[in-house]
Each structure stands twice: as structure tokens, then as C-alpha cells.
Nanobody
Framework: QVQLVESGGGLVQPGGSLRLSCAASGSIFSIYAMAWYRQAPGKQRELVAAITSGGSTNYADSVKGRFTISRDNAKNTVYLQMNSLKPVDTAVYYC?????????WGQGTQVTVSS
């Protein structure tokens, strides 16, 4: 069992930055592939960025060059650094941990990009 707690969301102006954190507890964090998803009102949840247990990353085309995912296995934490934020980035951001057949979600943190 893995518990995930996201933090770092909030209100930011267009062009601003936020860093989301996801703290994991309850299992061996380093073996899990971690990811950030987001869900905007009226839309399906979508993958934003992912990082494997070995540190390989991939990003949605819409955030490439602006967002960076990273992990600190010593702190059982995954991060999402978000720069050059746009209003279309407004969504609830969810942390996900995956190690087949186990898959866990956090409760989400709201990110609002607005002037």
C-alpha cells in the first residue's frame, strides 16, 4: 500500500511558476514509476509527465520545454516544476504511483493560472 500526498498547488499568473510535490509513504518508493496527471473541468484526466524507477522521463507535448518531473528517492518525493504557465494549464493535478499490478493515486492539488 502506498499513500500519496500532493502539495504546492495554488493561484498563479500567466507566465509564472509553481512546483508541485508528491510525498509517498508506505512502501518502497524507489521501485515505483511515478507520474503527474491533470484533469480540467469537463475534460478527461491526461498524463502530464512520468518518470521511471531508473529516472527516464516523458512529457505530454503540451508541456514539453516548460515542465520538469524529478524524483528524490531519499525523500520519497516526486516533483513537478512548472514554468511559463498558461491558463490552459489550469486543472487538478494528481500524483500516480505504478508498479504492476499496483497503482495508486493522490487526492489532487488545484492549479489555477489566471490574471
Amino acid at each position: 500500500q502506498v499513500q500519496l500526498v500532493e502539495s504546492g498547488g495554488g493561484l498563479v499568473q500567466p507566465g509564472g511558476s509553481l512546483r508541485l510535490s508528491c510525498a509517498a509513504s508506505g512502501s518502497i518508493f524507489s521501485i515505483y514509476a511515478m507520474a503527474w496527471y491533470r484533469q480540467a473541468p469537463g475534460k478527461q484526466r491526461e498524463l502530464v509527465a512520468a518518470i521511471t524507477s531508473g529516472g527516464s522521463t516523458n512529457y505530454a507535448d503540451s508541456v514539453k520545454g516548460r515542465f520538469t518531473i524529478s524524483r528524490d528517492n531519499a525523500k520519497n518525493t516526486v516533483y513537478l516544476q512548472m514554468n511559463s504557465l498558461k491558463p490552459v494549464d489550469t486543472a487538478v493535478y494528481y500524483c500516480n504511483a505504478d508498479f504492476f499490478p499496483f497503482n495508486y493515486w493522490g487526492q489532487g492539488t488545484q492549479v489555477t493560472v489566471s490574471s
